[in-house]
């Protein structure tokens, strides 16, 4: 059974960094994409970051272009989130997602999450 387990949300102030990890088991973890979603008060599920099966090709939506960094390490079955100049409306719940396809942005019924991780940016 897959598990997903994301760690290192907390509170920060804004300019301020955190890196996230989500750590994975029952899975061939090198087989799947692996992306960052995330649950904004007052708004629906947004993508954030996508790193392909071997970290060769990475997306970010433009609210993280520059700032935010999608990484993985196979061996350890670990992808990371590191975020930078973090900002209050990045305040939300972030969620790791094990996607069957490298599809920037997008989400599918055979997606895989994790519970997520409270990140909240103060002023």
């Known amino acids: 059974q897959v598990q997903l387990v994301e760690s290192g949300g907390g509170l920060v102030q804004a300019g301020g960094s955190l890196r996230l990890s989500c750590a994975a088991s029952g899975l061939t973890f090198s087989t799947y994409a692996m992306g960052w979603f995330r649950q904004t008060p007052g708004n629906e599920r947004e993508f954030v970051a996508v790193?392909?099966?071997?970290?060769?090709?990475?997306s970010y939506a433009d609210s993280a272009k520059g700032r935010f960094t999608i990484s993985r390490d196979n061996a350890k079955n670990t992808v990371y989130l590191q975020m930078n100049s973090l900002r209050p409306e990045d305040t939300g719940d972030y969620y790791c997602?094990?996607?069957?396809?490298?599809?920037?942005?997008?989400?599918?019924?055979?997606?895989?999450w994790g519970q997520g991780t409270r990140v909240t940016v103060s002023s």
């Open positions: 790193v392909s099966r071997r970290g060769g090709l990475t």
């Open positions: 997602a094990a996607q069957l396809r490298y599809a920037p942005g997008r989400v599918y019924e055979d997606d895989s």
